[in-house]
C-alpha cells in the first residue's frame, strides 16, 4: 500500500523558512517521479516543485523558484521541500504526491493528507 505523510508545516513570519518533509512507502521510491502541490485557501491545486527518479531533474514553479529547493533522499525514501523567504502567497495545505512515471510531470497517481503552512506576521 502506497503511503505518503507530510510533516514540517507550521506557522511563519514573512521571509522565514520552513522544511517540508514527506516520508514514503509502499513503494520503490527512487524509481518514481515525486512532487509537491499546495493549495491556497479558496483556490485550486498548484503545481510547487517536482523531481524526477532516476535522473533527478527538478522543475519549479516560476512563482517559487530561488525560494524553494526540492530534493529526494532515495535510501531513506524521503521527499523534502526546503522553502526560505516565504510570502504570505504561500499560505496554503501543501501535499506530496506520487507520479505514475519516473519523470514527475505525469499526472499523480497518490497524495498525503497534506500539511498547512501559514505565513503571517
Known amino acids: 500500500e502506497v503511503q505518503l505523510v507530510e510533516s514540517g508545516g507550521g506557522l511563519v513570519q514573512p521571509g522565514g523558512s520552513l522544511e517540508l518533509s514527506c516520508a514514503a512507502s509502499?513503494?520503490?521510491?527512487?524509481?518514481?517521479?515525486m512532487s509537491w502541490v499546495r493549495q491556497a485557501p479558496g483556490k485550486g491545486l498548484e503545481s510547487v516543485s517536482g523531481v524526477n527518479g532516476g535522473n533527478g531533474r527538478a522543475t519549479y514553479a516560476d512563482s517559487v523558484k530561488g525560494r524553494f529547493t526540492i530534493y529526494r533522499d532515495n535510501p531513506n525514501s524521503t521527499l523534502y521541500l526546503q522553502m526560505n523567504n516565504l510570502q504570505p502567497d504561500d499560505t496554503g495545505v501543501y501535499y506530496c504526491?506520487?507520479?505514475?512515471?519516473?519523470?514527475?510531470?505525469?499526472?499523480?497517481?497518490?497524495r498525503g493528507q497534506g500539511t498547512q503552512v501559514t505565513v503571517s506576521s
Open positions: 504526491t506520487k507520479s505514475s512515471k519516473p519523470t514527475s510531470d505525469a499526472p499523480y497517481a497518490y
Open positions: 509502499g513503494f520503490t521510491f527512487s524509481i518514481y517521479g
